[in-house]
């Protein structure tokens, strides 16, 4: 088991992460906020940072003032700023569901419990909210990144006039940097002249990183989008073998390396030379976030 965080002194992070960098990986579970070290494909120590039941995370990276984790909790949306010690903190007390990058640094977009979809931005200097805009409504939201909300009655855009249906049925999650991406009951979606089929069945997660790169678990299989060209159908993804036997129920992206998180709490990461795991013990997966520390 990787040591725990309070036994790594902030100079042997600065060791570990090394050239490539330390990124965080925040994974949303029932029982809090797990959150574990990452150096390109090493992984490092790991460690509860928040207790609280945890539906989804994101980040939000800004220019000014320190990166935020937002993660949609039963009680509302909880905030900390990234760092060694993320105090998060809830900050309204709204049911929330899911929660994403609004797109640039523009806040986040925020779907609650009774389907109320809002955008929220927060003060420079910290934590604190410093607006909140309605949307609008969407019935049994369940995910939500960039500008996609994923719902029961399919996936809906965020825009300044509210929330637009843009299609589909049984949306269960979205990718919106890049490439439009939608998992759905049916299968696996790209929007060009409308949404067009990637792969048919069960599909039910999906992310992107906005430069080419995605990955989508459809029919319990991880599949990983391997064409440079710009091609998105059948043909340029290609099945991932992970290091476990285990279903896949969240993924996320950092710079240069791609998450997969299992139902049975097994991190696994891939920087470009095949993945490697560990074993978090963490049940009730809901969501992965990166965040870049240093």
Known sequence: MAPAEDDISIDEKRVYAGSAGRTDAYVATGSGIVRVSLSADKI????MVARDAARDAA???RGEGSDLVAVATPDGLSVAAVGDDPDFALVDDEPTVAVGVAGGRDGVIVAREDGAVEH???????TAVASTTQLGSVTDPRAVDGALVAGAEGVFQAGDGGLTDVGLDDARDVAGS????AAT?????WLGNGWMTIREGVADAVAADGDGHAMAVVGGDLLVHADAGGEWGDEAWEAA???VDEAVVALGYGPGVSVAVTDAGTLCVDAGDGWRHQVVGVRDVNGVALAVVE
């Open 44 to 47: 490092g120590a790991f460690d």
């Open 59 to 61: 980040v939000l990276a």
């Open 120 to 126: 929220v931005e927060f003060e420079v200097s910290g």
């Open 178 to 181: 890049g490439m439009p991406l």
């Open 185 to 189: 009951g049916a299968g696996l979606y």
């Open 241 to 243: 073998e992970l290091p």
